[in-house]
């Protein structure tokens, strides 16, 4: 679909996901991440850079597994995630927009549980190239989180963790070869209806996931 098609249907509010393909599982298990390997972190820095194209293939769950973890895993015993945040609050959650439905990744079980059983990929941004990328990670606060932190901030503190968040996406698909590019140009609205999100939970931005156009899959890095 089109940029233009999309914010005209945006303006309207009839921005709507397409069916899933296939059978939307309710809870997809992760295989544990491989938390050895990878570039080195200067390496990593070096390679880090936005793109905006990308090959349709699926990411293999290895790599999701991996993706993910790196992005807001849990990477201590006593819980620590991968990424700060705030008093501890962990008020981000990390959707997964696949072709076949909306999932929330738990990094307690490192699972992903069923959200929405429709491909919501076109929703999560007004880019053509949204629709057909193989995974949309869209960060959501859950402001509830945040009852120790005055009202007035807590939008500040949560972009801030989504933001620390989000760099480790790029340095993990720096490190395995992949693409990514985050984004803000977003229908926040279309995203919560198409998630089912509550009135405290506040979409804050989208980033695309995949490989780079021509390029064959680093089997599980």
Request: charged residues 15%; neutral net charge; contains cysteine.
């Amino acid at each position: 679909m089109s940029t233009l098609t999309k914010l005209a249907l945006g303006a309207m509010g009839q921005l709507r996901a397409r069916p899933a393909l296939g059978d939307a599982a309710s809870f997809v298990e992760l295989p544990a991440p491989d938390r050895h390997g990878g570039q080195p972190l200067m390496e990593a820095l070096a390679a880090r850079h936005s793109e905006r194209a990308f090959d349709a293939r699926p990411l293999p769950l290895p790599v999701l597994s991996n993706l993910l973890w790196a992005a807001f895993g849990v990477n201590r015993p006593d819980g620590g995630r991968t990424a700060p945040s705030a008093l501890n609050a962990q008020e981000i959650d990390i959707y997964v927009a696949l072709p076949s439905g909306a999932y929330l990744y738990d990094p307690a079980l490192h699972r992903l549980a069923l959200a929405a059983g429709k491909d919501i990929r076109r929703v999560t941004g007004y880019q053509d190239f949204v629709d057909d990328a193989p995974a949309d990670l869209v960060y959501v606060a859950h402001h509830v989180r945040l009852d120790r932190v005055p009202a007035s901030q807590r939008s500040g503190f949560a972009q801030l963790a989504c933001g620390a968040i989000a760099q480790n996406v790029y340095l993990y698909a720096a490190s395995a070869g992949l693409a990514t590019v985050l984004r803000g140009w977003i229908d926040r609205d279309a995203i919560a209806r198409a998630l089912g999100l509550s009135y405290d939970q506040q979409v804050i931005l989208s980033q695309t996931i995949g490989y780079p156009p021509a390029t064959a899959p680093a089997g599980g890095q």
